[in-house]
């Protein structure tokens, strides 16, 4: 088995492996030009982000700049929109559903490291995979460690560190994050419109 089918089935991989190594360039490369557009090179960066990712649904966009170790195991589904300084670690697989929103300095680790030292020295790591269920608003600032799934709807508060599940349509904020209540009828704000 390879260092990549390794990682790919969430074992233990090399991260020092010569092919993980050259996976890890190739994004780079792609995301250093990705970053390096003017604002109006739309098409010019449609074709990057869709060679970058594993699979990216419809009008989706991510605003510059961003950043992930490989991007092929990052899939994000339709209308979700990424703001700028976004960063994936991408071990693991992360999987964005339709319609997310997700705010400014967002980082979602997937990487996890042996704990004693000698192992770690090794170049050896296991990504975790993050779900991130449709309609979820992650504020700014938000980091996201793996293994987490967050259900659909849910909110996350600008600065909070999600080392836990999140159920669906919650509120949730802090570091740790918790659960600060469910969201009902009564948050609605746009009282003039279908929902």
Not at 15 to 37: F, G, M, P, V
Not at 166 to 195: K, Y
């Amino acid at each position: 088995m390879t260092q990549r089918e390794r990682r790919q089935a969430g074992l233990y991989f090399c991260a020092i492996d010569a092919e993980i190594h050259e996976e890890r360039l190739r994004a780079q490369d792609l995301i250093q030009r990705y970053n390096a557009l003017r604002p109006d090179q739309h098409e010019e960066a449609n074709e990057i982000i869709h060679s970058l990712l594993g699979t990216m649904g419809e009008r989706c966009h991510f605003v510059p700049p961003i950043f992930f170790d490989y991007g092929s195991n990052v899939h994000i589904g339709d209308f979700s929109f990424v703001n700028s300084n976004f960063t994936a670690l991408d071990a693991g697989r992360i999987d964005i559903g339709r319609h997310v929103f997700i705010g400014p300095n967002v980082s979602i680790y997937t990487p996890t490291h042996p704990l004693l030292a000698e192992e770690r020295n090794t170049g050896y790591e296991q990504g975790k995979p993050v779900k991130i269920g449709d309609n979820v608003w992650i504020g700014g600032s938000v980091t996201i460690l793996g293994g987490i799934t967050i259900g659909e709807g849910a909110v996350i508060g600008a600065g909070s560190v999600v080392t836990r599940d999140i159920p669906a349509g919650v509120i949730a904020v802090g570091n740790p994050c918790r659960v600060l209540r469910e969201i009902t009828d009564a948050d609605r704000v746009l009282h003039d419109i279908e929902p």
